[in-house]
């Protein structure tokens, strides 16, 4: 079993928003992300996927075919976007980095099939980031 | 004569569009980034001074002092902001990482006593940066 | 379950030395680390957690409160410390990067409640990490 | 039980090209990298060892015995080689970043005595890596 | 007067290698990159151009179109590419960090036209880079 | 015209204090820094040269004449060591990133004799660095 991964990365705008809580509790929770003005971030994203590499190949997925369909099941549906209000798959769920991590992994799984994903890690600044491993 | 430089980091959401425009010409011009509901960016901002260090410490200038004079006059007003709404020192001005550039020097360069502003140095994404040296 | 981690940084002195041993002995296994002048690093330090995001917030646990237990229990401890002399749970410990990583691990644990602590990982210099996982 | 991880780094050429494929085949999978007259990378390479530290060293290994394994069984016969045509280890294997990595782990881990091998990770751009955990 | 940068990455083989020099001054100047088989880098390429922004646009240059004349003037042709054997632009130079940098300013000066280069960065590995400023 | 770079690093501990002020005035203008058992770094060192490359060779210098260099005359002296006590060409001078920049400047600039040193850049921490250009 060998793990391969491969680096993309995106610009978004969003903000962090209870829609059912006062400005008051949004602003206590979420702080300067609240911004109803939205702010923005430079995305890098990490996608792992595991198997035996293909003896013909050496390769356990062609990593120029996993960066296609990264590109087409999620940087086309997201980069240059606003998180709350561009992205399909975002819909009526909060933008945090945990939560956009699991929705891009979602997003992924259908369409690796030669071998398995293994892990979304999705860094939001240089000191955050969230992984989502499917379970 | 010495240089010493700080990095800071911050990140907004802005959309580059000429409002003398049309939707085409903006789209043509800007593409991805003229996006009516906004995209953003983690940006990285390095500021440099210069001068001779000061015999009793060192220092050409304290670079907590710089750090401070960087938060006061710039931070406090652009991180987790938006550019073309938020900022007052970006009212009717481009937003492009050249004209955001220029204007972060205009905000510290009157507060910079003891020594000279050297460059304005700012990341927008790993693959873009501007720089202005005052003239 | 998702994983979230938070990056911080401090500055440390420190010396490696056995002080059982012969100064031959510790020059022969510590190499330059045993200089008795110590010396020092600026370590990197990523803590994560994991849980379940909160369905109100999205987070596994607020980042901010995450940075503030890190900033209370570790940094305000040993940032711009020497670790041998100044650092209360570091005594008779010898500070190679997996002991410092380790204690830093017992530090943190008690304070992290809403989830749980999964990894501390310590960058000693930009060629040498250590990470610790609870067992 | 702690992790110990060692960066290290090394220049290569290579090819990727299967020779019982047509010079179409090749460049249809293969793509750039099935250029006859070679390109090449910088790699780094980060090897991780599990264990207890030791009670006299605070060490799960010494990290220089490590860096001197890697140095010995690794970089002297690959740094600055041609993947395909200098490297004894590589010979009839398609040298993609995941067959590399596992090579790499079968040079290295029997000469890991005193803890376990845990891990060879493979950057082969700042974009693309490859995991090896020995099975 | 504002300068911008666009980074830029390939990767190539090449040796180093005097042919009116015997193998062992070859060896002896030039040591593991004088190899033979060939050896390789990534490279990181920074282009810096400086102008006065468009008031239309804010920018000195669509970084696109910077892009995009490095992309058919230089990346095309050297990507994954062997530098001594492939390249029509390093035909009987040698291919040091040094005269690459300088054989780049000469592939796109002719093509900046509503500003002006400034400057070509040429990160060969991470420990060495040269620039050339056009004299 | 040509530059060249070459990155070395080193660590070392340093307190900053000025003898003859009170331990109050140290606080307040070092803050941290001023810990009188010493704190330290992993400094990031930028050695510049300039020159027209050698038609045999396609260089400048030879970078591993470059490297060194800076090894004998810097890095053995300063390494793993404490730059109030242990550093020669540091006695009696304030350990600031700034000065510490001017005095490696001053052990290079006489050893480098086939071409010209142009800068000396120093980090000191990710977010501080110093420049000396000779004048």
Redesign the interface.
Known sequence: ?????????F????M?R?TS?SEEKNVE?????A?K??????YNLFV?VKGN?NP?????M???ELSDIIQKNVLDKI????LN??VDFMKD???????L??AIWQQLEPHIKECKLHCVKLWE?????????G?
Do not use: Q
Request: charged share 20%.
């Open positions: 079993m060998l793990y391969l991964t491969r680096k993309e990365h610009n978004a705008a969003h962090l209870n809580w929770i979420f702080g300067k992300c911004n003005n939205w702010h923005g971030h430079n792992t590499p013909d190949t050496g390769f356990i062609n990593v120029k980069d240059h976007k606003n209000l561009d769920i909060l933008p945090s980095t945990e939560n991590a699991k600044t240089e000191n955050i980031y969230a992984e989502y491993y379970e």
